[in-house]
């Protein structure tokens, strides 16, 4: 009963969000809503020092929402099977290895300069960071999200191979960044683990092996079924059983379920629909769209109302600009390196790797890393401030931008 509550006023709240962005501020849908939502969380600060039991009930509301659980295992699953079961084969094979260049080679990369650049600025600051530690925030901080990006790209009217790179890499780095920040979490935490190179390399590739494997036999075995009836409120359905039971399986083989939710989208979207009437795949295309969206705001509204739990971030304010500094640094270079590999140079101009910094929105999943860290850590609660201040700047600030931003940079082009 408690989580049909939270889940109900969650829904209240999207509705009245959304509408009051679409009648009067007229932003992306999920940037307003969680504007209105953060602007909400900064009234109930103020007002709780008056009404501390009004306060109450809203904290109340989000402390019972166990946002790593809900996002990681839930929803996370929802998005990225949305996602991949909307790009078309064809342009993600024609723009695969910046795909795959970005979402591996790039994330390590980001997530050594991230690490190494909060360590030395924590020295400087005189806060006792462990190097481990700073890793690990790395890690959770070097995936990108362009669920609101995407939108404005679109209005922008960017060229469909940059808007491919972007949502391609999304897709990808969220699977390769959890596993990393898996591996260095557990590090941190001093449990027993095989650190050699060859035990971490046979970890990622059963994370991430298994979990590509598994979502193609969970698209094969849906295109089985999907080529044997012709209803599309059962097609519909066995897509859904795709992702709910399909992220079960994940976790109970130790794959990666982002990784199977994105190969299993991606399978269906291209190789099942083939065997769908026009219907059906009107129906799919419409369901996961509307699932898509209702989760996204459900997500921004939680990301604007985590303001009211987490302590003193205030205190963490100059860290966090100065980390926004560093995550954006190292965004840039985890680009520019690979694009300076000579068969690159066209794929990545230097304006493609200029909007791709910009562009690469950090969002709920960092955030819900951030809370997945080792409790036993005394330096939790500034890594968590941190997270939300870069995730907030990243959202708003980059998101309301880059659409001017792309029309610029094509215009020039």
């Known amino acids: 009963m408690e989580l049909y509550y939270s889940l109900s006023i969650l829904i209240v709240l999207a509705a009245l969000f959304s509408y009051i962005n679409a009648r009067f ?22 007002w709780g020092i008056e009404f501390p039991k009004t306060m109450g009930h809203f904290t109340k509301l989000v402390t019972t929402i166990d946002l790593p659980e ?3 295992n839930v929803m996370l699953n929802f998005l990225l099977f949305a996602g991949g079961i909307h790009i078309r084969f064809k342009d993600l094979r024609a723009q695969k290895w910046p795909v795959i260049i970005m979402s591996t080679i790039g994330v390590i990369i980001s997530t050594i300069i991230v690490g190494y650049g909060l360590y030395a600025v924590s020295r400087l600051l005189h806060i006792d960071f462990p190097m481990i530690e700073c890793f690990v ?18 209005q922008a009217g960017v060229p469909k191979s940059l808007e491919t790179k972007v949502t391609g890499e999304s897709l990808f ?5 959890v596993v990393m ?30 979990g590509v494997g598994l979502g193609l036999l969970l698209g094969f075995l849906s295109t089985v079924l999907i080529k044997r009836v012709n209803e599309y409120m059962v097609e519909v359905l066995i897509t859904l059983a795709v992702v709910m039971g399909g992220s079960l399986m994940a976790s109970a083989l130790h794959f990666s379920a982002p ?16 065997y769908t009437t026009a219907i059906t795949k009107d129906y799919l295309a419409k369901f996961w769209h509307i699932i898509d969206e209702i989760l996204n ?35 840039l270079i985890s680009i520019y390196i690979p694009s300076r590999i000579a068969s690159f140079r066209q794929v990545f101009d230097i304006k493609t790797v200029f909007l ?12 819900a890393l951030a809370l997945s860290m080792n409790e036993s850590s005394p330096h939790k609660p500034a890594f968590v401030a941190i997270t939300y201040i870069v995730v907030l700047f990243s959202i708003i600030v980059q998101g309301l931008t880059v659409g001017k931003f792309a029309k610029k940079l094509t215009m020039k082009a």
């Open 297 to 331: 705001y459900i997500l921004f509204i939680l990301i604007g109302f985590e303001l009211l739990i987490i302590p003193n971030v205030v205190q963490y304010l100059r860290l966090g600009v100065i980390v926004i500094v560093i995550v954006l640094l190292g965004r």
């Open 25 to 46: 501020l007229k932003l992306p849908p999920s940037i307003g809503v969680m504007i209105i939502a953060l602007l909400l969380s900064l009234v109930l600060v103020f």
């Open 70 to 72: 809900i996002l990681m």
């Open 259 to 274: 990784l199977t939710m994105v190969t299993a989208g991606l399978f269906i979207g291209n190789i099942s629909t083939k």
């Open 356 to 367: 791709l910094t910009w562009g690469g929105l950090r969002g709920g999943v960092s955030i």
């Open 173 to 177: 780095n969220d699977g390769v960044a």
């Open 137 to 154: 925030f790395g890690a959770l901080i070097s995936p990108t999200d362009p669920i609101a990006v995407m939108g404005i790209l679109k």
């Open 181 to 210: 920040f898996m591996t260095l979490n557990t590090l941190s935490s001093g449990q027993e683990m095989d650190t050699s190179f060859s035990g971490i390399s046979l970890l990622l590739i059963e994370e991430i092996a298994g």
